[in-house]
């Protein structure tokens, strides 16, 4: 499992024409509401005009959106919030579908969206190892030889066989890191996870993060710190209001994200600080 | 996570269909059509030719019931359930799709997809329709007419509520089944953490499990004994009713919990992709966990009561495997649709509170009303908790009632299965 991963010549991720829709209406969903489009559906109209023909009820997060990533690539997107990477990430995991467009992914990946997802309060932190792997595609028998590194690299110490709802949100947000960087999947998904633990932790994860980096494994993650990008990513995708705005070197993609950034008014005026 | 995973639109279904969603498409189309067949079956049961049974006339219920049975499961419900008919539906709509699947416009949209379907169910029920009316001029017009209008209602209910049914059908049934088999740990160990979450924390968490359908039992029992007698048949009213009332549980307890099995790790299904019917079976694996112990106490009250396991007991494994197959035909069905529609949940535990009325649990089957018995004869679940009982107290069960639950409890996981799959890209974003 810890051999090198040889680039490939054919993408392990490819976009094409992605977009995806959101309809406010369609979110709370009512029986009264479900009978009207069964009805609408019966008579002969498409669903999709009686929610299109209403343009403030719809939301585009994402449009148009293509996108190839090669084996071995750690690419960063970049943008301000709502412009559309969670979508993005959730689109390429699996988690929802786009409204158009195709998304393809090879090989086995694991999402840093929210640490510790699927943790059982009740059961220990090393039950719980178990299960957030096993949730993430990869059984005990793959992970039981990393056991004692999880364990060590959570720095829980004796407190992995207490409950995890004893844990604070540190800790648990530790132990999910731990797992997620430690089931080795060819395509690693984060997303603005980087902010655990104390100073010391978060350098020890942008080592870990390097390392898988330079065994040769597909990285994609957002950040909003222009060092991450730049420590970790040759390549940036920004995406401004849905669209996709530029793909590119990260120094060049940054520089030209900054130079908007500037130019907007005092909302940018959050990220502006990040020094880099 | 997966080896590979690809998402299209129905925007992009200009390329043909895959030999295997047509297969899909068949299946689902042929299960809709034989619960109807099947439903058509039950009323014909009840009221041949048309007309109600009059039972008015014969004072002694048991003379009543000899009449009935003879005449509900007689010769006529035979021809009813005869293999023949379900050849001629299989036959009849693989026709109807092939042809229609030759003359199909190449381009075609949401809307016309879910049309089609229905169409080639229409046709069809039309056409088998016929051909029974040919075929077997003994068969009652009526029969006919409840099975196109059975049919009718079923293909409306599966076909138009689920918008996405054929749509965003990239992956066959049985690629589904091997996503499932391949994260059978992950099942494994959830069902076993869960559990062992639920029952460790105190000694009285498993004690609970038994307390509690015993206890049901022992107030219902006493509440219905006034009525009934403390003894239905010759069996004490404590046997009568928890032969009943414990697989009734599996049943209750997966159907209710069923409309949370997904509502509840909304969080989780907002995070990370897994294949979501794991939370289904999940929630069917601990129903069947609970079953384990509630089981034995319920071998425990009827040993003391005189009524040892029998060799009978060589049918409970079929009898749980019909129940589970139709609890999980339905937990998909509310599972799915409780996302979507969140008045799902209230509605199916009314629902749940009035089968369990209508199912001969606290009463015998003979005790009701024979005019009521078409309502009945419609509930899977009245044959298959009778043979339970009839099991637990050592008395053959009347294995051809049994056709009918087997057959509906196939269509509905299957149905079920498929509907719960074509919808479940669309519960990350109704959170």
Sequence with gaps: MTDMINPAESPVIVAENVSKRYIQNEQRPSLRHEAGQMLRRLIGRSTETSAASNIDQQFWALQGVNLSIYAGESVAVIGRNGAGKSTLFRILSGITTPTTGHVAVCGRFATLIALGAGFNPERTGRENIYLNAAIQGFSPRQIAPFLDEIIAFSELGRFIDLPVKRYSSGMTARLGFSVAVHILPDIMFIDEVLSVGDAAFQEKCMKRIAAMKAQGRTLVFVSHSADTVRNLCERAIWLHKGRLMLDGPVDMVLEHYRALLSESSTESAQIEKVPG | ?431
């Excluded at chain 2, 709509?93 to 229905?118: C, E, K, N, Y």
């Excluded at chain 2, 079953?291 to 060799?311: C, E, Q, S």
Aim: proline share 4%; with cysteine.
């Design chain 2, 1 to 431: 996570m997966v080896a590979s995973i690809a998402t299209s639109t129905s925007r992009s279904s200009a390329v043909s269909i895959l030999p295997g969603a047509q297969l899909s498409a068949y299946l689902t189309n042929l299960m809709i059509l034989i619960g109807a067949m099947l439903i058509a079956v039950q009323f014909r049961v009840q009221l041949p030719y048309g007309k109600a049974f009059d039972g008015g006339t014969l004072s002694n219920i048991s003379i009543q019931l000899q009449f009935l049975r003879q005449k509900a499961y007689g010769l006529e419900f035979y021809r009813a359930q005869r293999l023949e008919f379900y050849v001629v539906l299989a036959v009849v709509l693989l026709i109807v799709q092939a042809v229609m699947q030759m003359v199909r416009p190449r381009v075609s949209t949401r809307m016309a997809r879910g049309g089609r379907q229905f169409a080639a169910l229409l046709l069809a029920v039309s056409i088998s329709a016929a051909v029974f009316f040919v075929g077997w001029p003994d068969l009652s017009k009526l029969q006919i007419g409840y099975f196109a209008a059975a049919a009718f209602v079923l293909s409306f209910g599966v076909v138009f509520w689920s918008a996405h049914l054929n749509a965003v059908r990239e992956r066959s049934v049985i690629a589904n089944l091997r996503r499932l088999w391949e994260n059978r740990v992950l099942l494994r160990i959830w069902i076993q953490y869960n559990v062992r979450s639920r029952y460790s924390q105190t000694m009285l968490g498993i004690l609970w499990i038994i307390l509690l359908p015993l206890s049901t039992s022992f107030v219902l029992a006493l509440a219905f004994s006034g009525i009934l007698g403390s003894v239905i048949g010759n069996v004490p009213f404590v046997v009568f009713m928890l032969s009943a009332i414990v697989p009734w549980g599996l049943f209750n307890y997966g159907v209710i919990t069923g409309t949370r099995s997904v509502l509840s790790m909304m969080g989780l299904i907002n995070q990370v992709y897994f294949p979501r019917e794991i939370l289904v079976v999940l929630t069917l694996g601990e129903g069947l966990v609970d079953l384990g112990f509630t089981f034995v106490a319920m071998l425990m009250v009827n040993a003391l009561n005189g009524y040892w396991p029998n060799g009978l007991f060589v049918l409970l494994p079929a009898l749980l495997l019909i129940e589970v197959c139709m609890t999980a035909g339905i937990m998909f069905f509310v599972s799915a649709l409780s996302v979507l529609i969140r008045d799902i949940p209230p509605l199916v535990s009314v629902a749940i509170q009035l089968l369990f009325f209508l199912t001969p649990i606290v009463y015998p089957l003979e005790s009701v009303p024979l005019k009521y018995r078409v309502l009945f004869s419609l509930n899977p679940m009245a044959p298959l908790i009778t043979a339970y009982r009839d099991v637990f107290t050592g008395r053959a069960p009347d294995l051809s009632t049994l056709f009918y639950p087997t057959v509906l409890a196939i269509a509905l996981l299957y149905t079920g299965y498929v509907f719960f799959k074509a919808n479940e890209h669309r519960f990350a974003d109704y959170i």
